[in-house]
């Protein structure tokens, strides 16, 4: 442990052994040149390769325009009682704060003598740039309760009324497998080997305290959550994050999204509550439904992502809008009419979704669909009665089906010097 | 089907109609916009989002350079004749030129009238390159004659001996489910979206007539099928595809992954032998031996991918060379001296594998693993040989598991005007 934190003081770089600013040392050990310079990244750039910041007063990853390819996994806490659980999420946080910033995870050896200990980093990722890659934690109800109502960590008062067991809905055919978990944590970033390689990292950091118990790829955003973004598309063929909350929306996103003084629980603010849900999308059906059809069911334009009547993507949706027929142009019963704040008591979703194909379903169709990712200040006024709406009389629901859910807490952002969720055990 | 062909035809365009070059039509239909202009690629680049050239005197998709993503997906022939097949593989094969351009299959609707028919493309490609996509395809034994020794389209006699049953290798652990298939076809591209949405709506054209087997996604590439591509790494973190067949290495292409005039049956003259095995890594455990001991088993260092002893990945083999201890500095029973040609009477393959991470396995650990994609001249003396010798001594076999397996015969180029195994049915 102690020589394991040393290595990371050290700042073992990835870019730094590879990339122009290297000068990689060889040591002994055959054709294997040893990670022991300090990396000085060439820039904090935004563009698709740079790192993002991991320390500020969020985490990352929850308003950072959303990258292209998503790993998620959750964790159970399977052995070992609240030191073993912090001392975790201390190494979780340094080895975190390294790749993030494109730096290994310590060496590939050399702990014991060179070469006679395993590496301490997987070494997939070596030679691939940050890439983006943000790490956001959460914590599930079960870290604080568990399932036999144990209180394992000594958390159980600390669990704040947000973090509510999200009631079942109306179509819910959950994966009990593919559900809940104690610990949740989000990779993004432009590059899938990136974002694979940390959840595997940080799997094996946590193993004899922690195992995977779900873990889900996503090939491709269905969201912008920045204005400088292009919206992506979903599965269905339609563009997907339009009405979202951006980065942007500063103001909003403190009405909206963070956790503020007071909302609960001090060690939540400046989080956010994370509802994933994996939902199953019957494209085969789908795709065998009329244009118009879609587009009612959607309420917008497949083509432009319009609201229907409008123009332009951005267009805002007139919901009071008639046809000829006499009909609302953007029907009762479309997606977009039902989620939308004007018929949710004004709450709104950053949503941060990933599309994912799991093989096939065994009847000869692709196991396609939609991981569901919003983040929110209060899920008991923003994600559950707007899926209570949904589940109820979203159109929609013929083709999708939810068939994993996880809510979780995640606590605001890291300071140097901190870790993942210090507040909760102070 | 006529109907679909004129669409076709007229080039219904991807790039037309969201790219600098499009001039979009809107039409009547609310927020739609009609796909009605022939698009003008800018670039046949062979940067990372422009296209590959569909037609020519062999598929591509195979020396092409490795793309960084797969789709790859198996499909049984479920009803219908020998007509229906052949009308099958003139709509795929019309369909993959297109959406090789980077275009969209047929129009998003308006086949009797705007809006009232589906849509002819599932549009989640819309608006994105071209992205290098490649499709090739394969046919596997149970086309020519199936399990039950049905000759259902008139092909047995066509079968050419070279598309051998793959015996039983020391190890296999082979999920039916996940193995076999009439047909093969490999979608590879810079962009998975644009990978999915290919598979996606070949499998759609299919509907009826065939059924996905199996599907799976590789989110990186483990190969490199050209000099002037980095060598990517797997998921044990070593570089993977240094010592591979490189499109450059005309000569040995003809000898080693062309199947030439006199090989076997004409139709698959300029065709290519398709082994795909998934190939499940147990990383958990691999991650737990000391990096000599990774070394070892492989025969070349972790960090620069060079062979034991020598310096630069590129370096020659040495396989005579010993250390001060006697023994050899590349092991007996080292991978790479394994399957080395020296080692396998001169055979050599064309590696195009992808990593794999499909969610996790139950136990804890990441469901991970490389697709490995092999092509080559005659799987009798290359591949096979080759996988039991490794099956037999290779001390990798410790950290790997071959759980699913598949054999295709992909004919050659297809030429403008012609489908995809035309000669095959002539
Ligand atoms: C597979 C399932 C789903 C699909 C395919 C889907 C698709 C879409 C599409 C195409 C839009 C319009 C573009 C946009 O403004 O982003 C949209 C909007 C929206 N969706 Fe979904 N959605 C799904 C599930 C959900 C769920 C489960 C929720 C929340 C419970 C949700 C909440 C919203 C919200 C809040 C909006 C914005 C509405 C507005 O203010 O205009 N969606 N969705
Ligand atoms: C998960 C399974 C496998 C892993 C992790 C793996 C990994 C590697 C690595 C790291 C190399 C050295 C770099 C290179 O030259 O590409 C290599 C070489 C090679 N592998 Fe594999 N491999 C696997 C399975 C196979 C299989 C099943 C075959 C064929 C039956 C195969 C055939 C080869 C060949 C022909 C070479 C080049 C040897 C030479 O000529 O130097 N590999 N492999």
């Known amino acids: ?106 060496q590939y050896g050399a702990v014991n003598g060179p070469g006679e200990a395993p590496p301490e980093d997987t070494g997939e990722a070596v030679g691939l740039p940050p890439a983006r890659l943000t790490l956001t934690i959460g914590f599930g109800p079960s870290l604080f309760v568990d399932a036999k109502g144990n209180d394992r960590f000594g958390l159980a008062d600390r669990r704040p009324a947000a973090l509510a067991d999200l009631p079942h809905f109306i179509g819910d055919t959950l994966d009990p497998a593919r559900s809940g978990g104690d610990i949740a944590i989000q990779a993004c970033s432009d590059d899938p080997q990136v974002a694979v390689h940390a959840i595997r990292n940080l799997a094996r950091i946590g193993f004899g305290t922690t195992a995977v118990r779900y873990s889900q790829l996503g090939f491709g955003r269905t969201s912008s959550t920045s204005r400088a973004q292009t919206t992506p598309r979903n599965l269905f063929g339609f563009k997907d994050g339009t009405n ?111 599309n994912f194909v799991d093989g096939s379903d065994g009847l000869g169709r692709l196991n396609a669909g939609l991981f569901f990712l919003a983040y929110q200040r209060d899920p008991r006024k923003q994600f559950i009665p707007i899926q209570q709406q949904l589940s109820r009389s979203d159109v929609m629901n013929e083709y999708i089906r939810h068939v994993g859910s996880g809510i979780f807490a995640c606590p605001g952002g890291v300071q140097a010097g901190s870790f993942w969720g210090e507040k909760l055990f102070a």
Chains 1, 2 share one sequence.
């Open 1 to 106: 442990m102690a020589e394991r934190e040393e290595q990371q003081r050290k700042g073992i770089s990835r870019r730094g052994l590879f990339g122009a600013a290297g000068a990689a040392v060889a040591t002994g050990v055959a054709g294997y040149a040893a990670h022991s310079v300090i990396a000085t990244p060439e820039s904090q750039a935004s563009d698709s390769s740079g790192p993002v910041e991991f320390h500020g007063p969020h985490q990352a990853g929850i308003v950072t325009p959303a990258q292209d390819r998503l790993h998620f996994a959750t964790f159970d806490v399977t052995a070992g009682k609240r030191d073993a659980l912090v001392s975790l999420l201390k190494e979780w946080t340094a080895a975190a704060a390294l790749i993030t910033a494109g730096r290994d995870i310590g």
């Open 244 to 354: 979202n909350l951006k980065l942007e929306d500063t103001a909003k996103l403190e009405q909206q999204l963070w956790v503020q003084p007071g909302d609960g629980p001090d060690w939540m603010t400046g989080g956010s509550y994370l509802v994933a849900r994996r939902i199953r999308m019957t494209i085969e059906t789908w795709d065998r439904t009329s244009l118009s059809e879609q587009e009612t069911i959607v309420g917008r334009g497949k083509g432009t992502g319009a609201p229907l009547g409008k123009a332009d993507e951005f267009d805002p949706i007139d919901f009071e809008a008639k046809g000829a027929d006499g009909e609302y142009k953007v029907a009762k019963d479309s997606h977009v009419r039902l989620a939308h704040p004007q018929f949710n008591n004004g709450a709104e979703l950053l949503r941060r979704g990933y």
